[in-house]
Nanobody, 116 residues
Framework: QVQLVESGGGLVQAGGSLRLSCAAS????????MGWYRQAPGNQRDLVAA???????NYADSVKGRFTISRDNAKNTVYLQMNRLKPEDTAVYYC??????????WGQGTQVTVSS
């Protein structure tokens, strides 16, 4: 069992920045990947960025060049640095932890609102 606690969401003006954090606890010894998804009202939950245990990173095309995912293994925490935010980035952002071949755990979600 993995517990995820997200923080860092909020309201920001277009062009601004936010940094999301997701701290994992519990049975974290075999986490294989962590990432960020987002879901706007009426939309599906889509991948934003992910990082594997081995360090491979992938981003959604819509955030490439603006968002950076990183991790601090000592703190069992993954971050999403979001720069040059756009109104279309507005969504609830969810942290995802994958452990083993089939297990997935979700954070509680944090609202990111970008005004214009």
């Amino acid at each position: 069992q993995v517990q995820l606690v997200e923080s860092g969401g909020g309201l920001v003006q277009a062009g601004g920045s936010l940094r999301l954090s997701c701290a994992a606890s519990g049975s974290i010894f075999s986490i294989t990947a962590m990432g960020w998804y987002r879901q706007a009202p009426g939309n599906q939950r889509d991948l934003v960025a992910a990082i594997t245990r081995g360090g491979s990173i992938n981003y959604a095309d819509s955030v490439k060049g603006r968002f950076t995912i990183s991790r601090d293994n000592a703190k069992n925490t993954v971050y999403l640095q979001m720069n040059r935010l756009k109104p279309e980035d507005t969504a609830v952002y969810y942290c995802l932890c994958r452990r083993g071949p089939i297990e997935s755990y979700w954070g509680q979600g944090t609202q990111v609102t970008v005004s214009s």
